[in-house]
């Protein structure tokens, strides 16, 4: 069964940087494209970045590029998100996903989310 599990969350003043962890199973690590995505109250869920199989190709939504960087380590089967000059409308839940083509709000699979809280 995937399981996918995220880690690295919490509070962080505006400014502050943060790194996030997606550790897989259940799957074979490679054969999946893999992402961020977040959702902050009230809103819905929404594409943050996105790495291909072989970490050769990355994507990011245009409110996060240049600050964040997507990475992945086939290796250790863990998606990192590196999160720099967070501000507060970063503020959300983090939730990794795999793909086998292309993440989108629509991949199969899900980790449970790691909150990620930014003060003014």
């Known amino acids: 069964q995937v399981q996918l599990v995220e880690s690295g969350g919490g509070p962080v003043q505006a400014g502050g940087s943060l790194r996030l962890s997606c550790t897989a199973s259940?799957?074979?690590?490679?054969?999946?494209?893999m992402g961020w995505l977040r959702q902050a109250p009230g809103k819905e869920r929404e594409f943050v970045a996105r790495v291909n199989r072989y970490g050769t190709s990355t994507d990011y939504a245009g409110s996060v590029r240049g600050r964040f960087t997507i990475s992945r380590d086939n290796a250790e089967n863990t998606l990192y998100l590196q999160m720099n000059r967070l501000k507060p409308e970063d503020a959300a839940v983090y939730y990794c996903?795999?793909?086998?083509?292309?993440?989108?709000?629509?991949?199969?699979?899900w980790g449970q989310g790691t909150q990620v809280t930014v003060s003014s």
């Open positions: 996903a795999a793909d086998p083509i292309l993440v989108s709000t629509k991949s199969p699979y």
């Open positions: 259940g799957l074979t690590f490679v054969n999946y494209a």
